[in-house]
């Protein structure tokens, strides 16, 4: 199947204008970051109080939150458990407000509901140091998921500069990433990091499709320049990108809008996450190339 049938988009003589593009995506996330002092760090990160509420008849979460919000209360994640009738209540606090916020929280629920209707399982709080812990685990574990793509990819193709691009596009993309989410202020949890993960492994895979063709056709078209070689390939592979990125994005619109509260964020990430690294895999990774390629040539003759 294919949505396009012998293209001949020249991807390599625009790309500038793509350079351009990244360029100022990632300059608005940088400045977002700057001016905010860096990423809205969920209670993962940052400590707060988790307290579990089970009922004898689970009540709809959007009626919870506007009891909740009608208090005063500020949640930052609300969970539902239909099987034991139970919710789990995530709150950014500092743990003298621990006692202050279940009082709260079992006032409004007073105030709705019978005193015998629900009960407080657990209230439990996670310190700063905690989340200072988690943010140290995440950067390594995006580190070193990097520095891993970058040998995988050097190894397979015989070449640094082929694993280095590929690795500067997915840094692309997860940056692009995490400055959309500074931008609209949403909240980065472990749920979110788990997405960044994910979007790396999607977007490495889908460069390694383009730079396979291109190692192809080094030997099957010799008669090619560099930029001819590298506009073919893209365009060769281009409705294969295109559909999988496209299946992929009806998946996760899907879950965008129906999988609840919950997920909510994890799969706006990956929603915008598809879209960016589609944009690198085509527009980014291979152009790199292609200019690292050109700038050492020229280097060795002078």
Known sequence: MKFFKQTKIDFIGKRYIFFAISGGAILLGALSLIL????RLGIDFTGGTLTEIKFKELPPLEQLRKIFADQ??????LQSFPYHHSILIRTKLTSQDEAEIIGKLRESLIQNFD????????SEYVGPAIGRHLVKRAGLAI??????IVIYVAFRFKSGVWGTAGVLALAHDVFVTLGIFSLLN???????????LTLAGYSINDTIVIFDRMRENLHLRRNLSLGELINFSVN????????????????????????????HDFSFALLFGVVVGS????????PLVYE????KKTMNKK
Do not use: N
């Not at 005193?115 to 657990?122: A, G, M, S, T, V």
């Open 36 to 39: 905010k002092g860096g990423p």
């Open 72 to 77: 005063g209360i500020s949640i930052s994640e």
């Open 115 to 122: 005193e015998k209707y629900f009960e407080i399982e657990r």
């Open 143 to 148: 580190l070193f998921s990097l520095l891993g």
């Open 186 to 196: 949403r909240e980065v949890t472990i749920l979110v990091i788990s997405a960044l």
């Open 236 to 263: 060769e592979t281009l409705s294969r990108t295109v559909i999988t990125s496209l299946t992929v994005f009806l998946i996760l619109l899907a879950l965008f809008f129906f999988g609840g509260k919950v997920i």
């Open 279 to 286: 944009y690198s895999t085509i527009f980014v990774a291979a």
């Open 292 to 295: 690292w390629e050109i700038r």
